[in-house]
């Protein structure tokens, strides 16, 4: 009940603090550099090192990716059947793909099952969504708007020199280890400000208006993203017997709002900006009644 309290209160603290302007404009993008740089490394060096060496680690990328791959097809097939634009059509395919693994992801799993749960969910996050952004994302805003080009070093570039992506290679040379206490004190003490501070990020970002010929899109969007994507988890765990935590997580990972940086993306690419930032808005506020009946039937 504390983790929902805290999730409350620091979204509500960012989206007051956004509508009377108290901070400046920028200062979203600041937080979210902390938490890149800070906190999520941190969190990634401090519980990663606790998973045992097993097909379980594979996982949650597996899951992640088949999630995002038959998702990407129902909106191509949507999009083609109600003959969306490319703008409508290109931020489905981002926000309503991609997922809030760590930012929703990691207070929201540590709510409904708990710490052991939050390695898997950073395997999730780093092997899974962060590659798919640097990757498929890129690619889908070149493909769908004219102001951005496909230039594989610069994607190769990105992966291998994100913050996090370097910490969870080099956590899991760490498989098993425990590492000196005053390095988890600090790790922990880093660690502690990741939920806090992703939280007010996210209400500083919060945005809710939408035209009313773009409420279909939204819904079928939020459709995808928070009941169609964790089904498919499901089917994928069931059918391969991967009903164990890690499997469970994948699943829980699958059913998280859409993912911010995703919105923020497809707006910068011109891709339908207001549409796909209130389907990020709305994903947010959606998310926590659907992850909590999800919990209800599979927790």
Do not use: H
Not at 227 to 252: D, E, M, Q, R
């Amino acid at each position: 009940m504390d983790n929902f309290v805290l999730i409350a209160i620091a979204i509500l603290v960012g989206y007051t603090l956004q509508k009377f302007k108290i901070f400046a404009k920028e200062t979203p993008l600041i937080l979210n550099q902390f938490i890149i740089y800070v906190s999520l490394p941190a969190v990634i060096l401090m519980q990663v090192p606790k998973l045992t060496f097993s097909f379980d680690i594979l996982i949650p990328t597996i899951v992640a990716w088949l999630v995002m791959g038959i998702s990407a097809l129902i909106v191509i097939f949507i999009s083609k059947l109600l003959k969306w634009s490319n703008e409508v059509t290109g931020s489905l395919m981002l926000v309503a793909i991609l997922t809030n693994s760590s930012i929703m992801g990691i207070p929201i799993i540590n709510a409904y099952l708990g710490e052991e749960a939050l390695p898997y969910v950073l395997i999730y996050d780093q092997l899974g969504t962060f590659i798919a952004l640097a990757t498929y994302g890129t690619f889908v805003t070149a493909y769908y708007s004219s102001k951005s080009s496909i230039n594989s070093r610069v994607i190769i570039q990105k992966v291998l020199t994100f913050p996090p992506f370097l910490s969870l290679i080099f956590a899991l040379c760490f498989l098993g280890v425990e590492f000196n206490p005053l390095i988890t004190n600090v790790l922990s003490n880093f660690a502690a400000t990741l939920v806090p501070v992703a939280l007010v990020a996210v209400g500083l970002q919060l945005q809710f208006k939408v035209p009313k010929d773009e409420i279909l899109p939204l819904s079928i969007a939020l459709i995808i993203k928070l009941i169609f994507a964790p089904i498919i988890a499901y089917i994928v765990c069931y059918s391969f017997g991967w009903l164990n935590l890690a499997g469970i997580t994948s699943i829980f990972e699958a059913a998280m709002a859409p993912m911010i940086t995703a919105g923020a993306i497809a707006s910068i690419a011109g891709l339908a900006p207001r549409l796909s930032t209130a389907i990020v808005g709305y994903g947010i506020i959606f998310s926590f009644l659907t992850t909590a009946i999800l919990y209800k039937i599979i927790g």
